[in-house]
């Protein structure tokens, strides 16, 4: 019995530490990965258009791909478009907020959590609700110049330390002033999980770290257990893997690198329309 197909998609490529967490627990199956690289950022658009976008993408990896399960591994459509991707397909889809607000509950012991991601997931407080739908509190904080340094490869640079530290800083004293002790820092964001080293340094002692990326590749590995287990170790040496971009190839096989922790390969140019 073969591995599952599982379509994994992004507004970029920052999805691909989603993919890594995924690769390291079903070498088994078969991943497809699309990045909407052509209509990025997301999180500069309506809700209804990152709506439009994400239901085009998941269509492309299900009906175009065989995708059997699909993972959105972008916090924006996460937040705004997974309903409408849930309607768009008839597969089961996985987004990456849930996981990482319930890796968060098991994790704190103060029921305080802080997330830092981007403006537009931190604009749709989705973390937040998924928090308080788990009886903690959740701060969030929008790190905008996060992501930009992650993409220049300054991932243990000084300069991002102190950036780092800046937002945390602000975090604990908008927590402190709740009368919160928030014990859990949530990683919302898919590039997040290159700048974990310099998290782990930056934290108060006792906050622990949580990647929603390692979190959902958790939950759709428990999800795809049974089907994981039919496949075999043995079936093959390696995941099949293929990747889709929508524009900037040579960036993502660039960049890609990074992320995914090893070569993404070639990337193949597809068109999903305007």
Same mark, same amino acid.
């Given at each position: 019995?073969?591995g599952? !197909? ?10 691909l530490?989603?993919?890594r967490?995924?690769l ?10 699309? =990045?909407?690289?052509a ?6 658009k ?5 709506? %439009?976008?994400?239901?085009?993408s ?8 065989a995708?059997e ?10 937040a ?8 768009? !397909? ?9 996981? =990482? ?7 704190? *012991? ?5 997330v830092?991601?981007?403006e ?8 937040a609700?998924a928090?308080?739908? %788990?009886?903690?509190?959740g701060?969030? *904080?929008a ?14 640079h000084?300069?991002?330390?102190? !950036?780092v530290r ?7 004293a ?5 009368g919160? %002790? ?7 964001c898919t590039?997040?999980p ?5 998290l782990e340094?930056a934290?108060?002692?006792?906050v622990?770290?949580?990647?929603? &990326? ?9 999800s795809? &257990?049974?089907?994981v287990?039919?496949a075999?170790?043995s079936?093959?040496?390696a ?5 889709f971009?929508?524009?900037s190839?040579? *960036? ?7 992320f995914?922790g090893q ?10 329309g305007?």
């Amino acid at each position: 019995m073969s591995g599952p !197909v599982i379509g994994v998609f992004d507004s970029g490529f920052g999805g691909l530490t989603v993919l890594r967490a995924l690769l390291e627990r079903m070498p088994q199956a078969e991943f497809v990965f699309l =990045g909407d690289t052509a209509r990025l950022p997301y999180g500069s658009k309506s809700q209804r258009t990152i709506a %439009r976008y994400a239901a085009e993408s998941a269509r492309f990896l299900v009906e175009r791909q065989a995708a059997e399960y699909l993972v959105i591994a972008c916090n924006t459509a996460s937040a705004l478009a997974l309903e409408a991707i849930q309607e768009a !397909v008839a597969v089961p889809v996985m987004g990456v907020i849930e996981p =990482g607000a319930e890796a968060a509950a098991a994790a704190t *012991k103060t029921g305080a959590v802080m997330v830092m991601a981007t403006e537009a997931t931190v604009a749709s407080h989705a973390y937040a609700a998924a928090c308080r739908r %788990r009886g903690l509190r959740g701060v969030e *904080k929008a790190c905008p110049l996060l992501v930009p340094l992650v993409e220049e490869g300054w991932t243990d640079h000084a300069v991002t330390e102190q !950036v780092v530290r800046i937002y945390l800083d602000e975090m604990l004293a908008e927590s402190s002033a709740a009368g919160l %002790r928030p014990d859990a820092l949530v990683l919302g964001c898919t590039h997040y999980p290159l700048l974990r080293p310099v998290l782990e340094r930056a934290v108060p002692s006792g906050v622990a770290v949580i990647d929603s &990326a390692e979190a959902t590749a958790e939950r759709v590995f428990l999800s795809l &257990a049974e089907r994981v287990a039919a496949a075999g170790a043995s079936e093959c040496d390696a995941a099949q893997i293929r990747c889709f971009a929508t524009d900037s190839v040579a *960036k993502f096989e660039r960049l890609g690198s990074r992320f995914l922790g090893q070569a993404v390969g070639s990337v193949e140019l597809v068109d999903l329309g305007g």
